[in-house]
């Protein structure tokens, strides 16, 4: 965490792909400076959901990733770039119910096709980018009322 010249407030975490002990830690440190920031609730709420969403798809899909979060006096900006599979059909994995998780992803509750259309519905301006054999970049924009 570090407040640079122009009052952003920027921080930083490692995603481990396949760690479900440490997943959701980057959300919640997310969460954590939101609410100490007196952000508003349901900004929060947003953020937290999307934030955890993306986590979550690095720790299932990917090797590894960051999650960058910059908090301006304008709104927050989240870039969760990883280092994967990536994704051949955007616009496939963009549609609800969409899912490749296996059946042991599933047992633990996840693979309902339903993380990326919720980062996008809870983010004002929401991109994805992805190169197969490479990874995904996930940048979402929340701003301030
Ligand atoms: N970071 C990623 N790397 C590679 N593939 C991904 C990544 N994120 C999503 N996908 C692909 O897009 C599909 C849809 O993702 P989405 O998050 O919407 O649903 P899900 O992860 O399958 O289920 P849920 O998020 O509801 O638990 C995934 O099943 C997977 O095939
Ligand atoms: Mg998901």
Redesign the pocket.
């Known amino acids: 965490m570090a407040l640079n010249i122009e009052g952003t407030i920027e921080g930083s975490s490692q995603l481990i792909g396949g760690d479900f002990t440490t997943a959701g830690e980057a959300s919640t440190l997310l969460k954590v400076k939101l609410t100490e920031l007196g952000v508003a609730e349901d900004i929060i709420r947003r953020a937290a959901i999307a934030t955890f969403?993306?986590e979550?798809?690095?720790v299932?899909?990917?090797a590894a990733?960051w999650l960058h979060y910059y908090i301006s006096p304008q709104g927050i900006r989240i870039r969760?770039e990883?280092m994967?599979?990536?994704?051949a059909d955007i616009g496939?994995?963009?549609q609800?119910g969409?899912?490749?998780?296996p059946d042991w992803?599933r047992e633990m509750?996840?693979?309902?096709?339903?993380?990326?259309?919720?980062?996008k519905r809870n983010s004002d301006v929401f991109t994805i980018d992805?190169v197969v054999g490479e990874?995904?970049t996930?940048e979402m924009v929340i701003n301030f009322p």
Not at 84 to 87: A, E, F, L, Q, S
Not at 98 to 101: H, L, M, P, V
Request: charged content about 10%.
């Open positions: 969403e993306a979550m798809n690095v299932i899909y990917a990733g969760i990883d994967g599979p990536g994704i496939l994995a963009m609800e969409y899912s490749t998780a992803v509750g996840w693979g309902a096709g339903m993380g990326l259309p919720n980062m992805s990874g995904t996930v």
